[in-house]
């Protein structure tokens, strides 16, 4: 992640209506970033399977992020 930016705490994920998560269903991927320095930069977040190590990633996700 760009310096402005650190991750806080572990990503967490949110089944879509449920409490509990079902493995293999759809749902959502929480991350949350706290601004630590003014700048720019780029965020760039790659979704991989982690039992393939050196695999090109699925899909990539940027945002510029700007801390003043």
Do not use: N
């Not at 269903?25 to 970033?33: D, I, K, L, N, S």
């Amino acid at each position: 992640s760009p310096a402005q930016v650190r991750l806080e705490g572990e990503p967490r994920y949110v089944p879509p209506g449920s409490t509990s998560p079902v493995v293999g269903a759809a749902g959502t991927q929480v991350f949350t970033f706290r601004a630590v320095a003014t700048g720019s930069g780029e965020l760039v977040l790659e979704y991989r399977r982690p039992f393939e190590p050196g695999v090109a990633p699925a899909k990539t996700w940027s945002v510029k992020v700007t801390v003043q």
